[in-house]
């Protein structure tokens, strides 16, 4: 296999940057990504209009290094929070955040309005610092009827294979710093990737947003399984669980290093056979 290394470099300019992609073989791509501007947020999203997984949208404003990533229907009431200071959270927007709701792990009880916290980790040895990852399951790329979502301002992922799950990876990378090897991304059954989008922050830093397919693994795909189920049985009786509304599931994983993973999930009720 085809060894895949990238390099981020500062736009001649200055007001950008440049993302240089190099094979093994020398084989080469750059794309160039402009300026954060808050007015141009970046919207994400597995599928398309009628049939997908919840549309994301991922922003910074432009004198400030703060990154901030949401639903396109909770931003307004719930969001994460990537600080410049490194203080990193999930957290409401505002006190009154109607029918959504947090369940959190046992003993990590949400402080006022923050429901997770954690702290920025040291950048690579190449100005690479691994985010955030938000997956989508196949199985959670759902049928909505009647979508309202009409899905011209965001860019659209085709869903993984049946088994498989779509990762959209945010990536903070300091500029000059050399290349970085993504070759391990592209192995194992039904793997891929792609650069989906990206800004420069104030600061100079690069914002870099990945889309990457994975085969989930048995023990997974039933982890899964049970999340959606018990949050199921959780809801309110008067939720709206049908198709037609589209209701979703964030839940939150956290690696033993820390790395949070947000998983995109439907909480539709499953068609009677």
Do not use: C
């Not at 794309?31 to 209009?49: D, Q, W």
């Not at 109607?98 to 690579?124: K, L, M, N, Y």
């Not at 309110?236 to 820390?258: C, K, M």
Request: hydrophobic letters at 35%; charged letters at 25%.
């Amino acid at each position: 296999m085809d060894r895949l290394f990238a390099a981020v470099t500062d736009t001649q300019n200055g007001q950008g940057v440049d993302v240089l992609f190099v094979t093994g073989t020398g084989d080469a791509r750059t794309f160039t990504l402009s300026p954060a501007n808050p007015k141009k947020p970046l919207r994400f999203a597995v599928g398309r209009p009628g049939r997908r997984s919840s549309v994301w949208r991922l922003w910074a404003n432009r004198d400030k290094d703060d990154v901030y990533v949401a639903t396109r229907q909770s931003a307004g009431i719930f969001k994460v929070s990537l600080h410049e200071s490194g203080d990193w959270r999930l957290q409401w927007v505002r006190d009154d955040h109607g029918d959504v709701t947090f369940t959190t792990r046992e003993g990590d009880e949400p402080q006022g309005r923050i429901i997770d916290r954690w702290s920025r980790p040291p950048a690579g040895a190449t100005g690479w610092t691994d985010a955030l990852s938000i997956w989508v399951p196949t199985q959670d790329v759902s049928e909505i009827p009647r979508d309202a979502e009409r899905g011209h301002d965001a860019q659209w992922v085709e869903p993984a294979r049946p088994e498989a799950a779509t990762e959209f990876r945010l990536v903070l990378v300091e500029p000059g710093r050399g290349p970085f090897e993504l070759t391990a991304a592209l192995q194992g059954p039904d793997a891929g990737l792609a650069l989906v989008n990206g800004f420069r922050l104030a600061g100079g830093e690069a914002v870099l947003l990945f889309a990457a397919t994975k085969r989930l693994n048995d023990d997974l795909r039933r982890s899964l399984t049970r999340a959606r189920q018990e949050q199921r049985a959780r809801v309110p009786p008067d939720f709206n669980l049908a198709p037609e509304s589209g209701p979703r599931l964030a839940a939150v994983g956290v690696d033993d290093d820390g790395y949070r993973n947000i998983w995109d999930l439907t909480l539709a009720q499953p068609h009677e056979h």
